[in-house]
T-cell receptor
Framework: QKEVEQDPGPLSVPEGAIVSLNCTYSNSAFQYFMWYRQYSRKGPELLMYTYSSGNKEDGRFTAQVDKSSKYISLFIRDSQPSDSATYLCAMSAGNQFYFGTGTSLTVIP | SQTIHQWPATLVQPVGSPLSLECTVEGTSNPNLYWYRQAAGRGLQLLFYSVGIGQISSEVPQNLSASRPQDRQFILSSKKLLLSDSGFYLC?????????????FGDGTRLSIL
């Protein structure tokens, strides 16, 4: 079993839709949870990170962590064509980071 | 603010040639440094990480090596490239555990082996 599981998609939505991206994990030692956005041929860009269970909001983005279920989500409200990218979830324990394989999202104008 | 520089952005090399990719971080001291390889649909594969000068941990036995000659400099090398070394290489940094900071990435080097 992989440490982190993420549905690769691809996911295609119309502009303005609410997008839900999800990851599950198996290691209860994970302490920090992150979401990255990666455009084609670029490095991953940090979107959000959180330490605790619950919700964290930043503009149109909301990160949700449920440690009891070992499940994290990223919600994108009012999605825009510029949100079209691959989204990677990540988690860390100590010096090590563990990544999902990424979900490819296309927002259609 | 902290920045990470990675170069070159693109590299085409023949099989059997040497490799040197460089990564430097500005605006922070004693960062943890990481080299990843990213293959399409397979996520990020951790190759090496370093918690200090001269301290390198290898995650996967392979044709590559890493060095950290200075606090904020991380180098990925190979003496003889293989076709299987093609890929997208990413350098990243983070502060040590306990300071609640995530990992930050450079823009990567796309390496093609011919």
């Amino acid at each position: 079993q992989k440490e982190v599981e993420q549905d690769p998609g691809p996911l295609s939505v119309p502009e303005g839709a609410i997008v839900s991206l999800n990851c599950t994990y198996s290691n209860s030692a994970f302490q920090y949870f992150m979401w990255y956005r990666q455009y084609s041929r670029k490095g991953p860009e940090l979107l959000m990170y959180t330490y605790s269970s619950g919700n964290k909001e930043d503009g149109r983005f909301t990160a949700q962590v449920d440690k009891s279920s070992k499940y994290i989500s990223l919600f994108i409200r009012d999605s825009q064509p510029s949100d079209s990218a691959t989204y990677l979830c990540a988690m860390s324990a100590g010096n090590q980071f563990y990544f999902g394989t990424g979900t490819s999202l296309t927002v259609i104008p | 603010s902290q920045t990470i520089h990675q170069w070159p952005a693109t590299l085409v090399q023949p099989v059997g040639s040497p490799l040197s990719l460089e990564c430097t971080v500005e605006g922070t001291s004693n960062p943890n440094l990481y080299w990843y390889r990213q293959a399409a649909g397979r996520g990020l594969q951790l190759l090496f990480y370093s918690v200090g000068i001269g301290q390198i941990s290898s995650e996967v036995p392979q044709n590559l090596s890493a060095s950290r000659p200075q606090d904020r400099q991380f180098i990925l090398s190979s003496k003889k490239l293989l076709l299987s070394d093609s890929g997208f290489y990413l350098c990243a940094w983070s502060v040590p555990p306990g300071m609640m900071q995530p990992q930050h990435f450079g823009d990567g080097t796309r390496l093609s082996i011919l």
